[in-house]
Protein backbone atom coordinates (compact mmCIF):
# COMPACT_ATOMS: atom_id res chain seq x y z
CA UNK A 1 0.00 0.00 0.00
CA UNK A 2 1.14 3.49 -0.50
CA UNK A 3 2.28 5.23 2.13
CA UNK A 4 -0.10 7.70 3.47
CA UNK A 5 1.07 11.71 3.42
CA UNK A 6 -0.09 13.00 6.85
CA UNK A 7 -0.20 16.73 7.94
CA UNK A 8 -0.22 18.50 11.47
CA UNK A 9 -1.68 21.81 11.69
CA UNK A 10 -0.76 23.74 14.66
CA UNK A 11 2.57 21.27 14.53
CA UNK A 12 4.61 23.72 17.08
CA UNK A 13 1.69 23.37 19.97
CA UNK A 14 2.10 20.66 22.69
CA UNK A 15 -0.53 18.25 21.40
CA UNK A 16 1.38 19.62 17.57
CA UNK A 17 4.93 18.12 18.06
CA UNK A 18 3.66 14.70 19.82
CA UNK A 19 1.93 14.46 16.33
CA UNK A 20 4.60 14.95 14.47
CA UNK A 21 6.86 12.05 16.45
CA UNK A 22 3.94 9.92 16.11
CA UNK A 23 3.65 10.38 12.57
CA UNK A 24 7.68 9.80 12.32
CA UNK A 25 7.39 6.87 14.51
CA UNK A 26 4.23 5.21 12.75
CA UNK A 27 4.24 2.70 9.45
CA UNK A 28 2.47 3.35 6.93
CA UNK A 29 2.42 7.29 6.48
CA UNK A 30 4.95 10.15 6.57
CA UNK A 31 4.85 13.76 7.22
CA UNK A 32 3.40 16.04 4.81
CA UNK A 33 3.96 19.15 6.34
CA UNK A 34 3.19 21.03 9.63
CA UNK A 35 1.70 24.82 9.69
CA UNK A 36 1.48 27.07 12.77
CA UNK A 37 -0.43 30.52 13.09
CA UNK A 38 0.34 33.21 10.80
CA UNK A 39 3.46 35.30 12.87
CA UNK A 40 3.92 32.37 15.19
CA UNK A 41 7.89 32.05 16.41
CA UNK A 42 7.94 28.50 14.46
CA UNK A 43 6.86 29.49 10.99
CA UNK A 44 10.06 28.66 8.72
CA UNK A 45 11.54 26.40 11.46
CA UNK A 46 12.55 22.98 9.80
CA UNK A 47 9.75 20.75 11.13
CA UNK A 48 12.83 18.12 12.47
CA UNK A 49 14.12 20.11 14.55
CA UNK A 50 11.28 21.30 16.35
CA UNK A 51 11.27 17.98 17.62
CA UNK A 52 14.38 17.33 18.38
CA UNK A 53 15.09 15.13 15.47
CA UNK A 54 17.57 16.43 12.51
CA UNK A 55 16.58 18.22 10.12
CA UNK A 56 13.93 17.15 7.43
CA UNK A 57 13.85 19.50 5.36
CA UNK A 58 10.53 20.81 5.54
CA UNK A 59 9.69 24.30 6.98
CA UNK A 60 6.61 25.21 9.03
CA UNK A 61 4.41 26.34 7.22
CA UNK A 62 1.55 29.32 7.60
CA UNK A 63 -0.70 28.87 4.39
CA UNK A 64 -2.41 25.59 5.37
CA UNK A 65 -4.26 25.62 1.76
CA UNK A 66 -0.62 24.31 0.77
CA UNK A 67 -0.63 21.66 3.54
CA UNK A 68 -4.06 20.63 2.38
CA UNK A 69 -2.88 20.17 -1.43
CA UNK A 70 -0.02 18.06 -0.43
CA UNK A 71 -1.73 15.80 2.38
CA UNK A 72 -3.97 12.67 2.23
CA UNK A 73 -5.35 13.32 6.03
CA UNK A 74 -4.65 16.44 8.01
CA UNK A 75 -4.28 16.32 12.47
CA UNK A 76 -5.80 19.17 13.75
CA UNK A 77 -5.30 20.04 17.41
CA UNK A 78 -5.40 23.94 17.55
CA UNK A 79 -8.60 26.28 18.36
CA UNK A 80 -12.21 26.10 17.35
CA UNK A 81 -12.30 28.97 14.85
CA UNK A 82 -8.79 27.23 13.52
CA UNK A 83 -10.67 24.48 12.99
CA UNK A 84 -13.36 25.33 11.29
CA UNK A 85 -11.27 26.73 8.46
CA UNK A 86 -9.83 23.90 8.51
CA UNK A 87 -13.19 21.65 8.01
CA UNK A 88 -13.65 24.17 5.11
CA UNK A 89 -10.07 22.86 3.20
CA UNK A 90 -10.93 19.37 3.97
CA UNK A 91 -14.04 19.77 2.34
CA UNK A 92 -12.72 21.69 -0.39
CA UNK A 93 -9.65 19.48 -1.42
CA UNK A 94 -11.39 15.72 -0.20
CA UNK A 95 -8.59 15.65 1.89
CA UNK A 96 -9.31 13.42 5.77
CA UNK A 97 -9.65 15.41 8.73
CA UNK A 98 -8.79 14.36 11.91
CA UNK A 99 -10.25 16.74 14.62
CA UNK A 100 -8.80 16.73 18.75
CA UNK A 101 -9.46 20.08 19.02
CA UNK A 102 -12.18 20.62 21.95
CA UNK A 103 -14.47 23.64 23.06
CA UNK A 104 -16.43 24.49 19.90
CA UNK A 105 -19.78 26.17 19.86
CA UNK A 106 -23.01 24.89 18.54
CA UNK A 107 -22.86 26.69 15.27
CA UNK A 108 -18.55 25.43 14.98
CA UNK A 109 -19.82 21.95 15.43
CA UNK A 110 -22.56 22.47 12.53
CA UNK A 111 -19.57 24.10 10.55
CA UNK A 112 -17.89 20.41 11.08
CA UNK A 113 -20.75 18.16 10.24
CA UNK A 114 -20.85 20.25 7.20
CA UNK A 115 -17.66 19.47 6.29
CA UNK A 116 -18.49 16.28 6.79
CA UNK A 117 -20.85 15.68 3.81
CA UNK A 118 -17.65 16.39 1.95
CA UNK A 119 -15.02 14.67 3.19
CA UNK A 120 -14.00 11.89 6.29
CA UNK A 121 -13.87 13.33 9.51
CA UNK A 122 -12.73 11.87 12.67
CA UNK A 123 -13.60 13.79 15.57
CA UNK A 124 -13.11 13.06 19.11
CA UNK A 125 -12.66 14.81 22.41
CA UNK A 126 -10.00 12.34 22.99
CA UNK A 127 -8.43 9.56 20.91
CA UNK A 128 -7.03 7.52 23.82
CA UNK A 129 -8.15 3.83 24.08
CA UNK A 130 -8.83 3.79 27.39
CA UNK A 131 -11.18 6.96 27.20
CA UNK A 132 -12.77 5.13 24.24
CA UNK A 133 -13.99 2.32 26.46
CA UNK A 134 -15.03 4.28 28.99
CA UNK A 135 -17.43 5.94 27.54
CA UNK A 136 -19.05 2.25 26.25
CA UNK A 137 -18.55 1.66 30.38
CA UNK A 138 -19.93 5.00 31.79
CA UNK A 139 -23.47 4.60 29.27
CA UNK A 140 -23.76 1.11 30.11
CA UNK A 141 -23.43 1.93 34.07
CA UNK A 142 -25.80 4.67 33.60
CA UNK A 143 -28.06 2.86 31.95
CA UNK A 144 -27.70 -0.43 34.47
CA UNK A 145 -28.60 1.72 37.51
CA UNK A 146 -30.69 4.29 36.91
CA UNK A 147 -31.13 7.62 38.56
CA UNK A 148 -31.30 6.58 42.15
CA UNK A 149 -27.75 6.97 41.41
CA UNK A 150 -26.23 10.57 41.26
CA UNK A 151 -23.94 11.31 38.52
CA UNK A 152 -20.82 13.30 39.34
CA UNK A 153 -17.79 13.66 36.74
CA UNK A 154 -14.41 15.10 37.98
CA UNK A 155 -11.46 15.89 35.67
CA UNK A 156 -8.29 17.68 36.07
CA UNK A 157 -5.91 18.97 33.40
CA UNK A 158 -2.59 21.08 33.50
CA UNK A 159 -2.52 24.98 33.95
CA UNK A 160 -2.72 25.90 30.19
CA UNK A 161 -6.00 24.51 29.36
CA UNK A 162 -8.43 26.89 28.52
CA UNK A 163 -12.07 25.48 28.09
CA UNK A 164 -14.10 23.79 30.90
CA UNK A 165 -15.26 21.42 31.58
CA UNK A 166 -13.18 19.29 29.13
CA UNK A 167 -14.34 18.10 26.21
CA UNK A 168 -13.48 14.32 27.45
CA UNK A 169 -15.57 15.12 30.57
CA UNK A 170 -18.41 16.51 28.48
CA UNK A 171 -18.42 12.98 26.10
CA UNK A 172 -18.49 11.22 29.36
CA UNK A 173 -21.46 13.28 30.35
CA UNK A 174 -23.30 12.43 26.84
CA UNK A 175 -22.16 8.68 27.28
CA UNK A 176 -24.19 9.27 30.99
CA UNK A 177 -27.01 10.86 29.53
CA UNK A 178 -27.45 8.70 26.48
CA UNK A 179 -27.42 6.02 29.27
CA UNK A 180 -30.42 7.35 30.92
CA UNK A 181 -32.12 8.47 27.74
CA UNK A 182 -31.69 12.07 28.46
CA UNK A 183 -30.45 15.01 26.88
CA UNK A 184 -27.24 16.28 28.77
CA UNK A 185 -27.94 20.04 28.09
CA UNK A 186 -31.21 19.07 30.01
CA UNK A 187 -29.71 17.86 33.07
CA UNK A 188 -25.78 19.26 33.13
CA UNK A 189 -24.69 21.21 36.01
CA UNK A 190 -21.56 22.56 35.20
CA UNK A 191 -20.91 24.70 38.01
CA UNK A 192 -21.70 25.01 41.80
CA UNK A 193 -21.52 28.14 43.57
CA UNK A 194 -22.98 29.67 46.57
CA UNK A 195 -26.73 28.57 48.10
CA UNK A 196 -27.62 26.04 44.89
CA UNK A 197 -30.22 24.42 47.23
CA UNK A 198 -30.35 20.88 47.22
CA UNK A 199 -29.23 18.45 44.08
CA UNK A 200 -31.69 17.32 41.54
CA UNK A 201 -32.87 14.07 41.23
CA UNK A 202 -31.34 13.04 37.51
CA UNK A 203 -28.75 15.83 37.40
CA UNK A 204 -25.18 14.90 35.92
CA UNK A 205 -22.59 17.41 37.77
CA UNK A 206 -19.00 18.23 36.81
CA UNK A 207 -16.14 19.22 38.38
CA UNK A 208 -12.82 21.06 37.38
CA UNK A 209 -9.52 21.03 38.72
CA UNK A 210 -6.76 22.87 37.22
CA UNK A 211 -3.02 22.18 37.59
CA UNK A 212 0.77 21.58 37.49
CA UNK A 213 1.34 19.73 33.83
CA UNK A 214 -1.36 17.15 34.21
CA UNK A 215 -2.12 15.38 30.83
CA UNK A 216 -5.73 14.80 32.10
CA UNK A 217 -7.64 12.79 34.31
CA UNK A 218 -11.35 11.66 34.59
CA UNK A 219 -13.50 10.21 37.18
CA UNK A 220 -17.40 9.88 36.58
CA UNK A 221 -18.92 8.50 40.18
CA UNK A 222 -22.08 6.55 40.52
CA UNK A 223 -23.28 7.60 44.01
CA UNK A 224 -26.03 5.91 45.91
CA UNK A 225 -27.29 5.00 49.15
CA UNK A 226 -24.73 3.03 50.72
CA UNK A 227 -22.51 2.67 48.13
CA UNK A 228 -20.83 4.28 45.20
CA UNK A 229 -18.98 3.49 41.94
CA UNK A 230 -16.09 5.18 40.11
CA UNK A 231 -15.00 4.65 37.08
CA UNK A 232 -11.63 6.60 36.10
CA UNK A 233 -8.84 7.16 33.45
CA UNK A 234 -5.90 8.95 33.64
CA UNK A 235 -3.75 9.46 30.91
CA UNK A 236 -0.26 9.90 31.99
CA UNK A 237 1.60 11.34 28.67
CA UNK A 238 0.02 12.96 25.52
CA UNK A 239 1.66 10.19 23.68
CA UNK A 240 -1.73 8.21 23.89
CA UNK A 241 -3.70 10.91 22.43
CA UNK A 242 -1.39 11.38 19.49
CA UNK A 243 -0.83 7.65 18.57
CA UNK A 244 -4.56 7.68 18.53
CA UNK A 245 -5.04 10.64 16.04
CA UNK A 246 -2.70 8.93 13.96
CA UNK A 247 -4.25 5.69 14.08
CA UNK A 248 -7.36 7.39 13.13
CA UNK A 249 -5.69 9.44 10.05
CA UNK A 250 -4.36 6.19 8.74
CA UNK A 251 -8.04 4.74 9.01
CA UNK A 252 -9.39 7.53 7.14
CA UNK A 253 -7.80 5.60 3.98
CA UNK A 254 -10.65 4.78 1.23
CA UNK A 255 -13.67 5.76 3.73
CA UNK A 256 -16.69 7.66 2.52
CA UNK A 257 -17.78 11.09 3.53
CA UNK A 258 -18.99 11.14 7.15
CA UNK A 259 -18.76 12.21 10.80
CA UNK A 260 -16.88 9.46 12.49
CA UNK A 261 -16.24 8.95 16.20
CA UNK A 262 -13.17 7.31 17.97
CA UNK A 263 -15.64 4.47 18.41
CA UNK A 264 -15.71 3.81 15.06
CA UNK A 265 -12.08 3.86 14.42
CA UNK A 266 -11.33 1.53 17.29
CA UNK A 267 -14.19 -0.64 16.33
CA UNK A 268 -16.35 0.13 19.55
CA UNK A 269 -19.51 1.65 18.39
P1 LIG B 1 -1.50 24.38 22.35
O1 LIG B 1 -1.94 25.76 22.64
O2 LIG B 1 -0.19 23.90 22.92
O3 LIG B 1 -1.44 24.13 20.77
C1 LIG B 1 -2.34 24.69 19.83
C2 LIG B 1 -1.51 25.15 18.65
O4 LIG B 1 -2.38 25.55 17.59
C3 LIG B 1 -0.62 26.36 18.99
O5 LIG B 1 0.73 26.07 18.63
C4 LIG B 1 -1.21 27.47 18.14
O6 LIG B 1 -0.25 28.42 17.69
C5 LIG B 1 -1.77 26.66 16.97
N1 LIG B 1 -2.73 27.43 16.14
C6 LIG B 1 -3.66 28.36 16.54
N2 LIG B 1 -4.29 28.85 15.46
C7 LIG B 1 -3.75 28.26 14.36
C8 LIG B 1 -3.97 28.37 12.97
N3 LIG B 1 -4.88 29.21 12.45
N4 LIG B 1 -3.23 27.59 12.12
C9 LIG B 1 -2.32 26.72 12.61
N5 LIG B 1 -2.04 26.59 13.93
C10 LIG B 1 -2.77 27.34 14.79
O7 LIG B 1 -2.69 23.43 22.84
P2 LIG B 1 -2.68 21.84 23.06
O8 LIG B 1 -2.50 21.53 24.51
O9 LIG B 1 -1.79 21.19 22.06
O10 LIG B 1 -4.22 21.52 22.74
C11 LIG B 1 -4.80 21.86 21.48
C12 LIG B 1 -6.24 21.37 21.45
O11 LIG B 1 -6.29 19.94 21.49
C13 LIG B 1 -7.10 21.85 22.63
O12 LIG B 1 -8.40 22.13 22.17
C14 LIG B 1 -7.11 20.62 23.56
O13 LIG B 1 -8.23 20.58 24.41
C15 LIG B 1 -7.16 19.51 22.54
N6 LIG B 1 -6.71 18.18 23.01
C16 LIG B 1 -7.43 17.12 22.57
C17 LIG B 1 -7.04 15.83 22.89
C18 LIG B 1 -7.77 14.67 22.29
O14 LIG B 1 -7.41 13.51 22.52
N7 LIG B 1 -8.79 14.92 21.47
C19 LIG B 1 -5.90 15.63 23.69
C20 LIG B 1 -5.19 16.75 24.13
C21 LIG B 1 -5.59 18.04 23.77
Redesign the pocket.
Known sequence: METMKIGI??????????LLGAVQAAEGCDIAGG????G?A?VGRDIGELIGLGPLGLAVG?D?LELFAAADAVI????????V??AELAAQARVAHV?????LDAAQEKAVERAALHTAVVK?????LG?NLLLALVERVAATLGDDYDIEILEM??R????AP???ALALGGAAAAGRGVALDAVAQKVRDGVTGERKRGDIGFATLRGGDV??EHAVIFAGEGERLELAHK?SS?E???R??VRAALWTRGREPGLYS?RDVLGLA
Open positions: VGCAGRMGRMTEAPAADPDFTVPAATAHIGTTGAANMSVHHHKVDSGTAGARVFAGAM
